[in-house]
């Protein structure tokens, strides 16, 4: 009896807790095009088929649910884009899943890590005021304390503080932007004139000169990065927006032999000391590890080295001896700057036919390396087909034209292959769809919609 009490109330609590989460989470429909409107809404547009989406549910969830426990003004939906694909599209969605934040007019992808607490800063920061006043020392301290790289205008009404919301408005999607009086910023601050922005970063401050350093949103795009990086995948992703080079030392975070540790302060050193000289072209970093690195450039790079990279067409330099001294790194910088440096990969149309046969190259290795049993089967069973029918034709057709009808056959056995694709398979494939489109985006930033 009192199991069956304890059974029923468990039963009454999970369907608590479900219904919390249906009611966090809004399943959208056609009618959202026009309920939408007073709302500012985070929506995750996916569709039904897609691993990555699967995955991101439960996150999606927890979002939902801890956005409602905010109070958050913020409603959060997620919308089947197979079933809505019109007004999917009307709000630019090409992959899936794509997160976005809809204000108005306007619609802010989310492109950071899938956790939760990443969506939930992108979502507070998107939602709330474009610009942000600071009315104190005390909380141009604490803010200053909380970001590492930190945008103020200073200064009363001008056409500036326009521009500067203008840029906001854009930018937001990557960073906060604030406001202050210049009695509110720390003593060793001098502005050589007002209104002005000024970035505090890097143990220091930079301040914007609309004649060398052009336009505003420019300026902040480049100067949204630390000086030095800890840089990752997804960093280098997000690099890619500058147009800058970008200088890293690829080595191994645990390895403490002075081979390693020394090119990384060599790096830090340049980045802080060549400023001035270099941080307009260059962003620097280190990056743990050769894996990423080498399967971007399609290279074997050994670590510890430095390379360079040119996000804007994806050409990278290599040192043509050890870098082991700071000016050794900046003769280096000087090479590629004058040209003298040999540029390798690119984006040309050679470079892309490599990119195809190393991924598949890679596609294959990884399905053995998870699964040997599978992969031979994959491939094997093909193959042995091929080779038996191989053995048929030549065995029967003894005059001329072997040579065709095999390459015929060796063709069908592929197709049969893509066609009958294991899920793991399936799931490599969803990756590199969501991949180029990513780099799709890459140029197109910020999907501005309007209605
Ligand atoms: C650290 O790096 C050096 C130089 O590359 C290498 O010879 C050594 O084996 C590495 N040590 C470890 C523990 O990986
Ligand atoms: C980087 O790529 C861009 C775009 O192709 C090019 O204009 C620029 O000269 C390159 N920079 C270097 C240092 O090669």
């Known amino acids: 009896m009192a199991a069956a009490g304890r059974q029923l109330l468990w039963a009454a609590v999970s369907a608590l807790v479900l219904a919390s989460e249906a009611a966090a989470v809004a399943e959208l429909d056609d009618s959202f095009k026009e309920n939408r409107?007073?709302?500012?809404?985070?929506?995750?547009?996916?569709?039904?088929?897609?691993?990555?989406?699967?995955?991101?549910?439960?996150?999606?969830?927890?979002?939902?649910?801890?956005?409602?426990?905010?109070?958050?003004?913020?409603?959060?939906?997620?919308?089947?884009?197979t079933s809505y694909s019109?007004?999917?599209?009307?709000?630019?969605?090409?992959?899936?899943?794509?997160?976005?934040?809809?204000?108005?007019?306007?619609?802010?992808?989310?492109?950071?890590?899938?956790?939760?607490?990443?969506?939930?800063?992108?979502?507070?920061?998107?939602?709330?005021?474009?610009?942000?006043?600071?009315p104190s020392q005390l909380m141009f301290e604490h803010v200053q304390r909380r970001h590492r790289v930190l945008f103020v205008y200073v200064g009363g009404e001008s056409p500036l503080k326009e521009k500067y919301i203008e840029v906001a408005s854009e930018l937001i999607v990557y960073t906060y932007f604030f406001s202050a009086s210049e009695d509110v910023l720390p003593e060793y601050v001098?502005?050589?004139?007002?209104?002005?922005?000024?970035?505090?970063?890097?143990?220091?401050?930079?301040?914007?000169?609309?004649?060398?350093?052009?336009?505003?949103?420019?300026?902040?795009?480049?100067?949204?990065?630390?000086?030095?990086?800890?840089?990752?995948?997804?960093?280098?992703?997000?690099?890619?927006?500058?147009g800058k080079l970008v200088a890293i030392a690829v080595i191994d975070d645990k390895n403490s032999s002075v081979e390693h540790t020394r090119l990384k302060s060599i790096i830090q050193e340049v980045a802080k000391e060549y400023r001035d000289h270099f941080h307009r072209d260059f962003q620097f970093g280190h990056m743990d590890g050769n894996d990423y690195i080498n399967s971007l450039l399609m290279d074997e790079l050994t670590i510890p080295t430095v390379v360079v990279l040119n996000t804007s067409n994806q050409q990278y330099f290599l040192p043509d001896r050890h870098i082991e001294s700071i000016?050794?790194?900046?003769?280096?910088?000087?090479?590629?700057?004058?040209?003298?440096?040999?540029?390798?990969?690119?984006?040309?149309?050679?470079?892309?036919?490599?990119?195809?046969?190393y991924d598949a190259k890679s596609t294959v290795v990884s399905v053995f390396k998870s699964s040997p049993l599978l992969g031979c089967f994959l491939f094997g069973l093909p193959l042995g087909v091929i080779s038996i029918m191989c053995y048929g034709i030549c065995t029967a057709d003894t005059d001329g034209g072997t040579?065709?009808?095999?390459?015929?056959k060796k063709e069908t056995g592929d197709r049969e292959l893509t066609d009958e694709g294991s899920e793991e398979e399936q799931e490599e494939e969803n990756k590199d769809t969501e991949l180029s489109d990513g780099e799709q985006k890459q140029k197109n930033v910020l999907d501005k919609k309007k209605d």
């Open 86 to 134: 019109s007004i999917a599209s009307e709000f630019g969605v090409r992959g899936y899943p794509t997160i976005k934040l809809l204000k108005g007019d306007l619609a802010y992808n989310y492109r950071g890590p899938r956790t939760k607490d990443d969506i939930i800063e992108f979502a507070n920061r998107v939602a709330g005021p474009l610009i942000r006043p600071l």
């Open 190 to 242: 001098t502005l050589p004139e007002l209104p002005a922005v000024v970035v505090f970063k890097d143990g220091s401050y930079f301040v914007y000169d609309e004649y060398e350093d052009g336009d505003l949103s420019s300026w902040i795009n480049r100067e949204r990065f630390q000086g030095y990086l800890n840089v990752d995948g997804f960093t280098l992703y997000e690099l890619g927006d500058t």
């Open 403 to 408: 040579e065709e009808t095999m390459a015929t």
């Open 37 to 81: 409107k007073d709302d500012i809404w985070l929506v995750d547009f996916y569709a039904p088929w897609c691993g990555h989406c699967k995955k991101l549910e439960p996150v999606w969830n927890e979002v939902g649910i801890e956005m409602k426990n905010m109070g958050s003004p913020v409603k959060v939906g997620k919308m089947d884009a």
């Open 327 to 357: 000016e050794d790194m900046v003769q280096f910088i000087n090479d590629i700057l004058d040209g003298t440096a040999e540029a390798q990969g690119g984006d040309g149309i050679l470079q892309r036919i490599k990119r195809i046969i």
